[in-house]
């Protein structure tokens, strides 16, 4: 399955570096109080405790990964992780991490080579994905113990991308995807914020042999579209990744709902 990134860009490699930053300290800060064994309802089955393992657990494996421009699919997993006996401490083990990750990003080249499962073979694909992955969960935490949950539009809109960009290659661990398939059916997702991410869309097209990002087709928006789905940047977010449903009223949705309960019933991450 092959993908271009016809809609979006990556944002500049040192924002991603102050942006974990930031989503980690605020994880930290809405798990530290809570109740470790307190649920996770985005993610069923997991504790608070769990969910912050998990966050400070790869932040730590993409650490390794970059320091050693890994050229080769790992082998394992293992990592140091220092993890404290008491779960209790959790929230201050995943904080004191975030000098240890900002080192390793300041000091690699986003361009260097190396192994990703991803679309991009750089180092920049690492920093990119530990955001996302820090973001999603942090919004996960902060639900879980009742708090807001915002997202900017901006990196809401970069997620998107980094997530429609990506996707095609998630097989590795979310078999469901490679099963995705279609006839030349396209499916649209767009930003209607006011601002920065506003007019921003993505089109993937369903073929034999998988899917992949589409250009438009140059006929208007939505003309060549079997189902679209349109919501701020934030909202459509959450929804690839599970966390929204696309019947809730605050997205636009037009065409074929079959194609799309088809698109999420195979794209779980």
């Known amino acids: 399955m092959t993908t271009t990134n016809p809609a979006?860009?990556?944002?500049?490699y040192d924002t991603y570096r102050e942006a974990?930053?930031?989503?980690?300290?605020?994880?930290?800060?809405a798990v530290r109080d809570a109740d470790p064994a307190?649920?996770?309802?985005?993610?069923?089955?997991?504790?608070?405790?769990?969910?912050?393992?998990?966050?400070?657990?790869?932040?730590?494996?993409?650490?390794?990964?970059?320091?050693?421009?890994?050229?080769?699919?790992?082998r394992e997993r293992d990592v140091e992780l220092g993890l404290p006996e008491d779960v209790r401490e959790y929230a201050d083990w995943l904080a004191a991490g975030v000098p240890a990750v900002a080192a390793v990003l300041r000091d690699t080249d986003p361009g260097a080579a190396m192994w990703t499962w991803g679309a991009d073979p750089h180092a920049r694909f690492w920093a990119r994905r530990m955001l996302f992955e820090t973001l999603v969960h942090r919004v996960d935490a902060e639900r879980a113990v009742g708090r807001d949950a915002e997202v900017d539009p901006e990196p809401a809109a970069d997620g998107v991308d980094e997530f429609?960009?990506?996707?095609?290659?998630?097989?590795?661990?979310?078999?469901?995807?490679?099963r995705l398939r279609g006839d030349g059916e396209?499916?649209?997702?767009?930003?209607?914020?006011?601002?920065?991410?506003?007019?921003?869309?993505?089109?993937?097209?369903?073929?034999?042999?998988?899917f992949r990002l589409v250009a438009g087709d140059g006929s208007g928006p939505g003309a060549a579209d079997?189902?679209?789905?349109?919501?701020?940047?934030?909202?459509?977010?959450?929804l690839l990744y599970g966390r929204r449903s696309y019947r809730e009223p605050v997205f636009e949705v037009s065409g074929d709902t079959g194609l799309l309960d088809r698109w999420f019933a195979h794209t779980a991450f």
């Not at 649209?188 to 073929?207: N, P, Q």
């Not at 079997?226 to 959450?238: E, F, G, I, T």
Request: glycine share 12%; with cysteine.
């Open 186 to 210: 396209v499916l649209a997702f767009g930003c209607t914020d006011i601002g920065g991410a506003a007019g921003e869309e993505w089109r993937v097209r369903l073929e034999p042999d998988g």
């Open 164 to 178: 429609l960009v990506n996707l095609p290659y998630a097989g590795l661990f979310a078999p469901g995807v490679t």
């Open 20 to 29: 974990i930053g930031r989503e980690t300290r605020r994880f930290a800060d």
């Open 226 to 238: 079997s189902a679209a789905v349109r919501a701020p940047a934030a909202d459509l977010l959450l």
């Open 8 to 12: 979006g860009h990556p944002l500049p």
């Open 38 to 74: 307190g649920a996770v309802p985005s993610c069923p089955g997991w504790t608070l405790a769990d969910l912050t393992r998990h966050v400070g657990a790869l932040q730590r494996w993409f650490c390794v990964l970059l320091s050693r421009r890994v050229q080769e699919v790992p």
